[in-house]
């Protein structure tokens, strides 16, 4: 079991820049594969980008290629999601998830565990 808190949402416009980080509890991080989701308004949830336990593979969904990096500091318990260029289309709460599974996942019911979410907005 491990317990999730995303930080760093928030406010920027249009091609501006922002740092999701998603701080994990307990001393066995590298036990977890972990991925990013989110929710816009009106949307179900989405997968976004995942990474697998040692951080040596990485995948991302198309619209965020090339602008969202998703990475992991283990000695951290900490998995990031850095995100430029962004787009109001990324305007949602975004989510991280943690997955027991040994490889990366994709789908929400791959994912035991999940933040309670942060907001980011995108103003056009």
């Known amino acids: 079991q491990v317990q999730l808190v995303e930080s760093g949402g928030g406010l920027v416009q249009a091609g501006g820049s922002l740092r999701l980080s998603c701080a994990a509890s307990?001393?066995?991080?590298?036990?977890?594969?972990m991925g990013w989701f989110r929710q816009g308004p009106g949307k179900e949830r989405e997968f976004v980008a995942a990474?697998?336990?040692?951080?040596?593979?990485?995948s991302h969904v198309d619209s965020v290629k090339g602008r969202f990096t998703i990475s992991r500091d283990n000695a951290k318990n900490t998995v990031y999601l850095q995100m430029n260029n962004l787009k109001p289309e990324d305007t949602a709460v975004y989510y991280c998830?943690?997955?027991?599974?040994?490889?990366?996942?994709?789908?929400?019911?791959?994912?035991?565990?999940w933040g309670q979410g942060t907001q980011v907005t995108v103003s056009s």
């Open positions: 307990g001393r066995t991080f590298t036990t977890y594969g």
């Open positions: 998830a943690a997955t027991v599974k040994v490889r990366i996942g994709y789908d929400i019911p791959e994912y035991a565990y």
């Open positions: 990474i697998s336990r040692l951080g040596l593979t990485t």
